[in-house]
C-alpha cells in the first residue's frame, strides 16, 4: 500500500518534470517572437494545458495497456520505469535539449517489464491485433511508427503552411503582418498548449492507473482499505477521474515552472522567427498531435513542433536553420528509447537482484 502511494507521488514527479521540461513544446516560437513575455507566455500554457489534460484517455489506455503485457508489470517495475525517465528528462534538460517526455516513459515502461519478464522479448507488445477494434497496438504502430512519421509530416506540413501564408498574405507590409499574426499566434499557442495537454498529460495518467490495477490484482491490502482511501480500489483498468484531475494539475504546475533552458534552444538557437513562422509552426504542430491523441498514439510533442520549426525556418533558405543545433536535437531523440529502456532494465533487474 505504501509503495504504490510512493509510485503515485513519483508519478507526478515525473509528470511535473514533463510539464517545465516540455514548456518550450507550446511558448518558445510565441516568447521568440516576442508577442508574449515569458511569464505571460508560462501562464498562459500552464491553463490550456490544465483544459487539455482533462480531455479524453485514449493515449493513457496505450501506455496502460497496449504496450507491455501487464502480468509482468508490478509496482516495482513501474517505479523503475519512472526514476529511468525522470533520470533521462534531467539529463537532457540540464544540457538544454528538447528530447521527449513521452519516449523517456515508454522506454522506461519496456526496459523495466523485460527485466521483470527474465528478458523475455514477447512480453512487449510489438505489434497486435486487437479483437474488438480490429486495430494494430503495440509499440510499433502506436510510438516507432509515429517517431518516424511526425517529424516528418511536421517539417513538410510547416514547409507548405509557411508558403501558403506567404503567398496568400506575402504583399503585406512588414509592419501589418507581424501584428495581424502576433494576435493570431496567440491562437496558435493556446492550441498548441491544449494539444499538449491531451496527449502528454495522458501518459502519466495511464502510469498511475496501471499502478493501482497491478496493485489491485496482485495484492489482498486494497480489500481493506479504509473508505477514505477507497477511491484507490481500481479492479480494472480504468482511468478515473481524480487521476485526470491530478495529472492535470500537476502539469500545469510544471508549466507554470517554466523551462528555460530549452525555450531558449527551441526558441532561439534553432531558427530566427517572426510571428507569421511562430503562427504556422504552432498551428501545423498543434494540428498533428491533436490528430495523434484521438488515435491514441503517444507522440512526442517535442519531436512534432521541433520538426515543425525546421519546416518553417527551411521555408525561407535552409540555412536559415541551424542544422549543428538540430543534429544535437536529433541525436536525443535517437538515443532516448534505447537509453531510458537502459535505464529501466538496470534499476529492475537490481531491484530484483536485492530481493533474492
Known amino acids: 500500500m505504501g509503495l504504490v502511494l510512493i509510485i503515485v507521488a ?27 513575455t515569458p511569464r505571460q507566455a508560462v501562464v498562459m500554457s500552464a491553463v490550456f494545458n490544465l483544459f487539455g489534460a482533462l480531455v479524453g484517455t485514449a493515449v493513457a489506455t496505450t501506455i496502460g495497456t497496449g504496450l507491455v ?25 540540464w544540457a538544454g535539449l528538447p528530447s521527449s517526455s513521452s519516449h523517456a516513459l515508454i522506454g522506461g515502461l519496456c526496459g523495466a517489464t523485460l527485466a521483470s519478464s527474465g528478458g523475455q522479448w514477447s512480453v512487449i507488445h510489438w505489434s497486435i491485433l486487437n479483437g474488438a ?9 502506436k510510438v516507432l511508427q509515429p517517431m518516424v512519421l511526425s517529424p516528418v509530416c511536421g517539417i513538410l506540413i510547416g514547409f507548405a503552411m509557411m508558403g501558403l501564408l506567404l503567398a496568400l498574405f506575402g504583399r503585406l507590409r512588414p509592419l501589418t503582418m507581424k501584428i495581424v499574426f502576433g494576435r493570431l499566434q496567440l491562437l496558435s499557442a493556446a492550441w498548441m498548449s491544449f494539444s499538449h ?8 495518467m495511464g502510469i498511475i492507473a496501471l499502478t493501482l490495477f497491478a496493485a489491485t490484482t496482485t495484492s489482498t491490502a486494497f480489500n481493506h ?5 477507497g477511491f484507490l480500489r481500481a479492479p480494472e483498468f480504468k482511468v478515473y477521474v481524480w487521476i485526470k484531475v491530478m495529472c492535470a494539475l500537476t502539469m500545469a504546475a510544471g508549466t507554470a515552472a517554466g523551462g528555460w533552458r530549452i525555450i ?11 510571428p507569421i513562422h511562430g503562427f504556422a509552426a504552432q498551428t501545423t504542430a498543434a494540428g498533428i498531435i491533436q490528430l495523434a491523441s484521438h488515435w491514441g498514439m503517444p507522440l512526442s510533442t517535442t ?25 544535437r536535437m536529433v541525436w536525443a531523440w535517437i538515443m532516448t528509447l534505447p ?15 536485492l530481493q533474492r
Not at 14 to 35: L, W
Not at 133 to 141: A, C, D, R, V, Y
Open 303 to 327: 519531436h512534432v513542433i521541433s520538426s515543425a520549426i525546421m519546416g518553417v525556418g527551411a521555408s525561407r533558405r535552409l540555412n536559415a536553420v541551424k542544422w549543428t543545433v538540430v543534429e
Open 264 to 274: 531558449s534552444t527551441m526558441g532561439r538557437k534553432m531558427v530566427k522567427l517572426q
Open 225 to 229: 482499505l479504509p473508505d477514505w482511501l
Open 133 to 141: 477494434s480490429h486495430k494494430l497496438e503495440g509499440l510499433w504502430p
Open 197 to 204: 495537454g491531451t496527449n502528454d498529460a495522458q501518459k502519466t
Open 69 to 93: 503485457d501487464v502480468k509482468h508489470v508490478t509496482s516495482l517495475v513501474i517505479l523503475c520505469a519512472l526514476i529511468g525517465g525522470i533520470i533521462w528528462n534531467l539529463i537532457t534538460w
Open 339 to 353: 537509453i531510458t529502456a537502459a535505464f529501466g532494465y538496470l534499476l529492475t533487474s537490481v531491484v530484483l537482484w
Open 10 to 36: 513519483v508519478a507526478l514527479v515525473f509528470e511535473f518534470i514533463n510539464g517545465f521540461h516540455d514548456t518550450a513544446n507550446a511558448i518558445a516560437t510565441t516568447i521568440a517572437t516576442k508577442v508574449l
